[in-house]
């Protein structure tokens, strides 16, 4: 029995050897180097070669379908030339671009004149005695009628709010913001339009799948031949459908793919341990294992389309020209009152048909992501488990916010306890006789501005240690709630995650100063690390800690060491082809944590504007470099795996949309807490701009902007072979058969 085994395991080698098409090659040990570099190659940031005909094609990765020897492009090749990525990274640089935009006219409207103007003033004049003496007066008279806050002659000072505390009440600089938010709303608009626009350019510029295609719900379980029955009911209307692509549900197979990849690091562990050439019954006994379970997932993608009930009632399908698609999405044109539900319960305004019926239910037709933006892990999870699903990671953000707002003001709680103890060590020089204890008074009072300096080194510290929290650890734990929600796309993963990322990011920088130095120690702009100064910190480091990460890119170093130790041993490698393949590409584009990033400096500088003017120049600068390092590292550092849509982009705008309500809160508050007065001008603004962010912009300005879009000339038999991917090719039910007759049917065209 034993010759039997020994014999069985010499007909195998210690590469995987399935008898079947199921990508087996990605699983094989050791991998093969040169097939994961052209691998990594065809998922470089580059276009595709502008074809000559129809049948002029390039080679392909075996494994992706995508091309190898793509066309090279430069760091400031035209935003809307990224279009090959999808819609989403054009927007998101034309975004970026108005939120420089913005940061530029609020810098020359409100920042600089409004800094100048507090730099003219002189309330912040105070020495340290003066200082110190007011102190006193404060612990010694705690009931009385609260005296204001001398203001020490510093630097942070004399340049915010809080040198002009005593012409506060006569308005001041409130005038620069009042243009400076009169001109941000104006400027929405026109930007709304020119995202709109830059969305239509791209449709029009670059022809990907969904142009001809439309994601149709609600479909009948029950009906005999699904596909051909959906071809029959747009046949009636005049219709030609190209291709329908069924959606399933994969919950089996997901199971078995967890189970296979626990058995290949099984594997992996084991020619670790014993040497990559090994061969005995074990290891045999493990690849029989791991074929067995191949077998069964290859024999469950064969049944689950014959069941019936795995089907989830979802189809993706493409007709053969786009006016046809637009033609189904157009035939029933929603009324205002349902448009305005639509925007309110679902945020920006989608395109859909509730009217047409599959014998005797009703479908749903709405506007088809790009296959690649479809997160296929969770399409065919029902409505009620995507509900359970949000509920439970809202819960958890909500707690993740609450223990990273807890830790943040702990530790900057800790910080502000250590000046007030430097304060309270004013008891001992005024139980002094002055007379008799000088020599003692200046050696206290020596003690206590070396307290204030290093209190302030902690601030500076305290600050990057939260600034570094808010950059790495933070974004990870977001990304692990929103994997939680089971979101059907990719552009609503990165939505939520951005929207997740950017809420945490603002309070944990905002709050951490406003709180402790203001409700718990009211150091507005004392010494040792008061509001001002820690505000000013932030906003410097907000500018530019982000720009000095993405120059030193730690991502792409860890990657690049682990490459090269791989590489150094390939030929004892036990990663499999696949893990080979990921190992050689360069590190994945986050687009949701770059919006998020983005959001919170917008809503940090407009908020504290109004306390420190000279951040809205900092920070324009800083969001100019971020522009250049972003669009550098997309093009030469990094690989893009899914197609963004376009709707991340106009809901990223809706949040710095709130910048203007935020500018005006901080007008309000900082007036009413530093200069102790309520200015019902600034409390009326505030008023106003939250009217402003409930009005339903889109609407607006779709009402008032037409944009007109060319529809796609050529068929869809004539370009779907030069898609980068399709919805049969990304399909885990489809996909393997699907790389197979595209390979082959592209063979055959060069072949004529």
């Known amino acids: 029995m034993a010759s039997l085994i020994n014999n069985s395991f010499n007909d195998q080698t210690y590469l995987h050897s399935f008898s079947n098409n199921?990508?087996?090659?990605?699983?094989?040990?050791?991998?093969?180097?040169?097939?994961?570099?052209?691998h990594a190659q065809s998922r470089e940031t580059k276009p595709e070669r502008s074809k000559t005909s129809d049948n002029d094609y390039e080679d392909i990765c075996e494994c992706c379908g995508y091309e190898i020897n793509r066309i090279p492009i430069n760091l400031f090749v035209a935003n809307i030339k990224l279009g090959f990525l999808g819609s989403g990274f054009p927007l998101y640089f034309s975004y970026l671009n108005i939120c420089i935009l913005m940061l530029l006219f609020l810098s020359l409207i409100q920042g600089l004149p409004t800094a100048a103007f507090y730099s003219l003033d002189s309330f912040c004049q105070k020495s340290q005695l003066e200082v110190y003496d007011w102190m006193k007066y404060q612990q010694a008279n705690i009931n009385s009628v609260k005296r204001v806050q001398p203001c020490p002659n510093l630097l942070v000072n004399e340049l915010s709010l809080a040198n002009t505390i005593d012409q506060i009440k006569e308005g001041g600089s409130l005038q620069f913001s009042i243009v400076a938010m009169l001109f941000q709303v104006i400027a929405c608009?026109?930007?709304?339009?020119?995202?709109?626009?830059?969305?239509?350019?791209?449709?029009?510029?670059?022809?990907?799948?969904?142009?001809?295609s439309v994601w149709i719900k609600l479909i009948p379980k029950n009906l005999k031949n699904i596909q051909q029955t959906i071809k029959d009911h747009f046949a009636l209307q005049n219709k030609t459908v190209e291709k329908v692509n069924l959606i399933y549900n994969i919950d089996e197979i997901q199971e078995l793919e967890l189970k296979y990849k626990n058995l290949i690091k099984k594997k992996q562990e084991y020619l670790k341990k014993n040497g990559i050439n090994s061969k005995d019954e074990e290891l045999f006994q493990i690849q029989v294992e791991i074929n067995n379970v191949n077998n069964e997932i290859l024999e469950k993608q064969t049944l689950i389309p014959l069941q019936p009930e795995k089907f989830?009632?979802?189809?993706?399908?493409?007709?053969?020209?786009?006016?046809?698609?637009?033609?189904?999405?157009?035939?029933h044109v929603p009324g205002f009152f349902t448009k305005l539900l639509n925007y309110l319960y679902n945020g920006r305004l989608e395109r859909y048909n509730d009217t047409q019926k599959i014998g005797k239910e009703k479908i749903l037709i709405i506007e088809a992501p790009e296959p690649n933006d479809i997160d296929w892990e969770f399409a065919h999870c029902s409505n009620r488990d995507r509900q359970i699903s949000n509920i439970y990671s809202t819960f958890m953000w909500i707690l993740l916010m609450l223990l990273s707002l807890g830790l943040v003001l702990l530790l900057k709680y800790i910080q502000s306890l250590q000046v007030q103890k430097a304060y309270s060590r004013l008891h001992e020089i005024h139980a002094l006789d002055e007379a008799k204890n000088k020599i003692k008074i200046e050696k206290i009072l020596q003690e206590i501005q070396n307290s204030f300096y290093w209190d302030q080194i902690f601030c500076f510290l305290l600050s990057i240690s939260i600034a570094l929290f808010n950059q790495l650890a933070l974004p990870y734990l977001v990304g692990l709630i929103v994997k939680m929600e089971k979101q059907s796309t990719k552009t609503k993963m990165n939505t939520s995650?951005?929207?997740?990322?950017?809420?945490p990011l603002f309070l944990n920088t905002a709050l951490s100063s406003f709180f402790t130095d203001i409700f718990f120690f009211q150091n507005y702009y004392g010494y040792g690390g008061n509001m001002v100064y820690s505000v000013t910190l932030n906003l410097i480091l907000n500018a530019t800690l982000p720009n000095i990460l993405w120059v030193i890119d730690?991502?792409?170093i860890i990657k690049n060491k682990k490459r090269e130790k791989e590489l150094q041993n390939k030929e004892n490698s036990v990663l499999t082809q696949r893990e080979a393949n990921e190992l050689m590409e360069l590190p994945s584009y986050s687009i949701g944590w770059r919006y998020a990033d983005t959001t919170k400096t917008m809503w940090l500088t407009f908020f504290f504007s109004?306390?420190?003017?000279?951040?809205?120049?900092?920070?324009?600068?800083?969001?100019?470099?971020?522009?250049?390092?972003?669009?550098?590292?997309l093009i030469y550092r990094r690989t893009v795996?899914?197609?963004?849509?376009?709707?991340?982009?106009?809901?990223?705008?809706?949040?710095?949309?709130?910048?203007?309500?935020?500018?005006?809160?901080?007008?309000?508050?900082?007036?009413?807490?530093?200069?102790?007065?309520?200015d019902y001008f600034s409390l009326g603004l505030f008023c106003i701009s939250i009217i402003f962010i409930i009005l339903p912009l889109q609407l607006i300005n779709e009402w008032i902007f037409e944009i007109v879009s060319i529809q796609e000339v050529k068929p869809y038999k004539q370009v779907k072979d030069q898609f980068d991917t399709d919805y049969e090719r990304e399909n885990p039910i489809t996909k393997n058969k699907a790389l197979e007759f595209f390979q082959l049917a592209r063979q055959s065209k060069t072949e004529v």
């Not at 608009?189 to 001809?212: A, C, G, H, I, S």
């Not at 493409?318 to 999405?329: A, I």
């Not at 995650?497 to 809420?503: D, G, P, R, S, T």
């Not at 109004?610 to 590292?633: A, E, H, Q």
């Open 22 to 38: 199921r990508g087996n090659f990605m699983d094989l040990i050791p991998p093969d180097w040169e097939k994961a570099k052209k």
């Open 641 to 678: 795996k899914e197609s963004i849509g376009y709707d991340l982009s106009f809901e990223m705008l809706e949040l710095i949309e709130f910048n203007v309500f935020l500018h005006c809160m901080g007008n309000f508050i900082f007036r009413w807490i530093l200069g102790q007065y309520i």
């Open 554 to 556: 730690p991502w792409s």
């Open 312 to 331: 989830t009632g979802q189809a993706f399908v493409s007709f053969s020209t786009e006016q046809e698609k637009d033609q189904v999405l157009d035939e």
């Open 610 to 633: 109004p306390l420190v003017p000279i951040c809205t120049f900092i920070s324009l600068l800083g969001m100019i470099f971020y522009y250049l390092l972003d669009k550098y590292n």
């Open 189 to 212: 608009f026109e930007f709304r339009k020119n995202l709109r626009q830059t969305e239509v350019d791209v449709d029009q510029k670059f022809t990907t799948p969904t142009d001809y």
């Open 497 to 503: 995650f951005a929207f997740k990322l950017a809420i």
